[in-house]
């Protein structure tokens, strides 16, 4: 078992990356599948010191629901800040700034809500305040900063925190 730690320190990781290249190569043959397998090996084993403590997933079946959920939102999202572009004026969007404050303390829980916002058209994330206790997030068009601050913790901090923590 410590061998297989050894050669696959981060198994998922070793997984995502090969089935990343193999997407990313367009191509399902042997060669692409084995390329990627090696990436997925080496890469972990040279950043495995980076990694002093690796996160913890408490809640696989979550971890997938998170997935589409976050799929869908962005589809959502895109066809929302589609319509804001093409049929709303300057002068009736009303941008906002919203201040999460956020029950994560994971830095990696953090990390992933942060990125999630970002990735989803319409929200950046721009700033974390010092403790991690807050998100500042810009809205292309946010009528109700409270209601954004809501669905953000709502639809995303509470699986993250059944996920990780």
């Known amino acids: 078992m410590k061998l ?14 090969t089935l990343v290249w193999v997407f990313l190569a367009n191509t399902g043959s ?18 495995q010191p980076y990694w002093p403590d690796r ?16 799929l869908w939102d962005i589809v959502m999202a895109n066809i929302a800040v589609a319509r804001i572009i093409l049929f709303k004026r300057d002068a009736d969007r009303q941008p906002s700034f919203v201040s999460v404050p956020l029950e994560l303390r994971t830095p990696e829980a953090i990390t992933v809500l942060a990125g999630t916002i970002t990735m989803t058209p319409g929200t950046v994330s721009c700033d974390l ?18 209601e ?18």
């Open 4 to 17: 297989l730690h050894r050669i696959f320190p981060h198994p998922h990781l070793t997984a995502l990356l």
């Open 30 to 47: 042997l060669n692409s599948v084995v390329f990627g397998l090696l990436l997925g090996i080496i890469i972990p084993f040279i950043t």
């Open 55 to 70: 996160p913890k997933l408490r809640n696989w079946p979550m971890v997938a629901e998170y997935m589409l959920v976050v």
């Open 129 to 146: 305040s010092a403790q991690g206790h807050y998100l500042l997030v810009h809205c292309l068009d946010a009528p109700n900063p409270e």
């Open 148 to 165: 954004v601050r809501d669905q953000i913790k709502q639809r995303y901090e509470r699986r993250l925190k059944e996920i990780f923590e």
